[in-house]
T-cell receptor, first 114, second 113 residues
């Protein structure tokens, strides 16, 4: 069955360091992969989308890589700040039927300490 | 900028009661998605609508139904509520039906007692 795995344990890093979050998937051929940020009790907020034919994408302090051979995406936050503390979800979409159904991973909680 | 609006924000119901959740997408967005998120869980896809037609269905119980209206707002109707239905229900919208760049509402917290 289709499966998405993210770092199950919380990631604790020091302010100013680079946070790296991992998203692995199996039995899936996504047309694109998305990263969302979720704060407690709030809806996910879209951060970045990377397509299957793209290797890397950047937006300000964020960088996403997508390796369809390894079936893995890495999400980096450089110069991390305490305000970056949140849960980060990866989500996969498929071109199958173009229905827009997104499957989310369970998320990784990031804690940036001052 | 206008965001996705969900109502109510909180809802408390008894077992076997019915509930209706409403979602107003961002103007000009033609696709609406419903997700259910239990405590500490990832959002689970329930159902989506593109241009007022159901476009995909996920793990939505038969007791639940949804529709998208002519003004693109959507309603999720839940009947014969069970304790296990207690969760945060999110609506999201996007432009185009391919699931790219979803904008989520603040959610409806449903508690079934």
């Amino acid at each position: 069955s289709q499966k998405i795995e993210q770092n199950s344990e919380a990631l604790n890093i020091q302010e100013g360091k680079t946070a790296t979050l991992t998203c692995n998937y199996t039995n899936y051929s996504p047309a694109y992969l998305q990263w969302y940020r979720q704060d407690p009790g709030r809806g996910p907020v879209f951060l970045l989308l990377i397509r299957e034919n793209e290797k890397e994408k950047r937006k300000e302090r964020l960088k996403v890589t997508f390796d369809t051979t390894l079936k893995q995406s890495l999400f980096h936050i450089t110069a991390s700040q305490p305000a970056d503390s949140a849960t980060y979800l990866c989500a996969l979409g498929s071109t199958a039927g173009n229905t827009g159904k997104l499957i989310f991973g369970q998320g990784t909680t990031l804690q940036v300490k001052p | 900028a206008a965001g996705v609006i969900q109502s109510p924000r909180h809802l408390i119901k008894e077992k076997r009661e019915t509930a209706t959740l409403k979602c107003y997408p961002i103007p000009r967005h033609d696709t609406v998605y419903w997700y259910q998120q239990g405590p500490g869980q990832d959002p689970q896809f329930l159902i989506s609508f593109y241009e007022k037609m159901q476009s995909d269905k996920g793990s939505i119980p038969d007791r639940f139904s949804a529709q998208q209206f002519s003004d693109y707002h959507s309603e999720l109707n839940m009947s014969s509520l069970e304790l296990g239905d207690s969760a945060l229900y999110f609506c999201a919208s996007s432009f185009g039906g391919e699931g790219e760049k979803l904008f989520f509402g603040s959610g409806t917290q449903l508690s079934v007692l």
